[in-house]
């Protein structure tokens, strides 16, 4: 930015930014505005084209459509030099194809673009989001891309296809999170092709996926795992399997599988989510991956209600952490039933626990 920038407040610049879509909005829905009311100096504001970063979020209920996706469009225009795009799209909006792919021309325009969260919460607009999604693939220089896909969007594995092709293009991407709500209907062959793009995606260091109820199986994990084992330079891996996905402990094989293809990792998130019929088995595979990581710093792993892991497994577990030396940071979420944990076999867990707090440090939380 120029000195005459420099010298207004942030806030200022924030006001200008509120100024001009406010200004688009209201000129598309016929509703009278005096601009001399707000800023007398139309030179000052257009001085402000080089702002970096602009969040949008389109709340639900809000009655968006086409007229306000023409605004977004238009008023996105104005900044030249946007290099961090935020586009949350609430639920119950009047958002068609016609709206998502006006917004997907929008965000591919941003030739500058070095990171893109998109938000879509909105209900059923299937092809549409293939629209926003496609054009993602012209900003070469994107460095971070997250996504969230809401429930009950239906978008199959058209979704996975298109994310695919679009990471084949994206050579710079080094930071990817993909969460994918319940009622979207993706299976283990969109999968496939994901996993067949993101082998292409060789600067990724953090790699995050997150699936919803009944959106993953056992043969999905294993589709994911050349995919994401391909990527040697990641140092950050989280996955969350979703409640009642029935992977068994056979996913968990997966998982650690995936685990063993990777070298450099310094931070895991794991969470068998309720539901998802691991068994001590299961528990054992993700031990003895974890182990394998030599250089792990940060460890977050959950197990959650109504999984088949008895005492025995867990507490075989935790004094396998003790082999993890560089562990600095551990969090752990246990919600055991069933066969679980009896009164002194916790006490006998928590001193275990205790042990290997002193090792890694006081960052060590257990949720009975």
């Given at each position: 930015?120029?000195?005459?920038?420099?010298?207004?407040?942030?806030?200022?610049?924030?006001?200008?930014?509120?100024?001009?879509?406010?200004?688009?909005?209201?000129?598309?829905?016929?509703?009278?505005?005096?601009?001399?009311?707000?800023?007398?100096?139309?030179?000052?504001?257009?001085?402000?084209?080089?702002?970096?970063?602009?969040?949008?979020?389109?709340?639900?209920?809000?009655?968006?459509?086409?007229?306000?996706?023409?605004?977004?469009?238009q008023g996105l225009s104005y900044f030249k030099?946007?290099?961090?795009?935020?586009?949350?799209?609430?639920?119950?909006?009047?958002?068609?194809?016609?709206?998502?792919?006006?917004?997907?021309?929008?965000?591919?325009?941003?030739?500058?673009?070095?990171?893109?969260?998109?938000?879509?919460?909105?209900?059923?607009?299937?092809?549409?989001?293939?629209?926003?999604?496609?054009?993602?693939?012209?900003?070469?220089?994107?460095?971070?891309?997250?996504?969230?896909?809401?429930?009950?969007?239906?978008?199959?594995?058209q979704l996975l296809i298109s994310l695919g092709?679009?990471?084949?293009?994206?050579?710079?991407?080094?930071?990817?999170?993909?969460?994918?709500?319940?009622?979207?209907?993706?299976?283990?062959?969109?999968?496939?092709?994901?996993?067949?793009?993101?082998?292409?995606?060789?600067?990724?260091?953090?790699?995050?996926?997150?699936?919803?109820?009944?959106?993953?199986?056992?043969?999905?994990?294993?589709?994911?795992?050349?995919?994401?084992?391909?990527?040697?330079?990641?140092?950050?891996?989280?996955?969350?399997?979703?409640?009642?996905?029935?992977?068994?402990?056979?996913?968990?094989?997966?998982?650690?599988?995936?685990?063993?293809?990777?070298?450099?990792?310094?931070?895991?998130?794991?969470?068998?989510?309720?539901?998802?019929?691991?068994?001590?088995?299961?528990?054992?595979?993700?031990?003895?991956?974890?182990?394998?990581?030599?250089?792990?710093?940060?460890?977050?792993?959950?197990?959650?209600?109504?999984?088949?892991?008895?005492?025995?497994?867990?507490?075989?577990?935790?004094?396998?952490?003790?082999?993890?030396?560089?562990?600095?940071?551990?969090?752990?979420?246990?919600?055991?039933?069933?066969?679980?944990?009896?009164?002194?076999?916790?006490?006998?867990?928590?001193?275990?626990?205790?042990?290997?707090?002193?090792?890694?440090?006081?960052?060590?939380?257990?949720?009975?």
């Open positions: 930015m120029g000195q005459k920038q420099i010298a207004h407040s942030e806030e200022f610049q924030k006001k200008v930014l509120q100024w001009k879509f406010y200004i688009l909005y209201n000129q598309i829905y016929k509703m009278k505005y005096d601009l001399n009311q707000s800023y007398s100096n139309l030179k000052e504001v257009d001085g402000y084209q080089d702002v970096k970063e602009i969040n949008i979020n389109i709340k639900k209920d809000y009655n968006f459509g086409l007229e306000g996706a023409i605004g977004i469009q030099e946007i290099q961090m795009l935020s586009l949350v799209l609430g639920k119950n909006n009047k958002i068609n194809d016609s709206v998502t792919k006006i917004l997907g021309q929008t965000v591919g325009n941003c030739q500058s673009l070095i990171n893109l969260n998109l938000v879509i919460e909105q209900n059923n607009i299937q092809n549409g989001i293939i629209e926003l999604l496609n054009p993602i693939q012209n900003c070469l220089n994107l460095q971070s891309l997250k996504l969230l896909i809401g429930n009950q969007n239906q978008v199959k594995d092709l679009i990471l084949r293009n994206l050579t710079y991407l080094n930071d990817f999170g993909l969460i994918v709500e319940e009622g979207n209907f993706i299976t283990q062959s969109g999968l496939t092709y994901f996993s067949e793009g993101l082998k292409t995606c060789q600067q990724l260091f953090k790699f995050e996926i997150i699936f919803g109820k009944d959106e993953l199986s056992t043969e999905g994990l294993l589709a994911l795992k050349s995919g994401i084992g391909a990527l040697q330079k990641l140092s950050h891996f989280a996955i969350e399997t979703g409640p009642w996905n029935c992977i068994q402990s056979n996913g968990c094989l997966q998982i650690s599988n995936t685990l063993f293809q990777l070298k450099q990792i310094q931070q895991i998130r794991i969470c068998i989510d309720m539901g998802n019929q691991i068994s001590d088995e299961g528990v054992k595979y993700l031990s003895i991956a974890i182990l394998s990581q030599l250089q792990l710093i940060k460890l977050s792993i959950t197990f959650g209600r109504f999984n088949k892991i008895g005492y025995q497994s867990f507490y075989l577990f935790f004094k396998s952490l003790i082999g993890c030396k560089n562990l600095l940071h551990l969090e752990c979420y246990l919600f055991c039933t069933g066969n679980g944990i009896l009164s002194q076999q916790r006490i006998n867990l928590q001193i275990k626990l205790n042990h290997i707090k002193q090792l890694v440090s006081k960052n060590l939380r257990l949720i009975w």
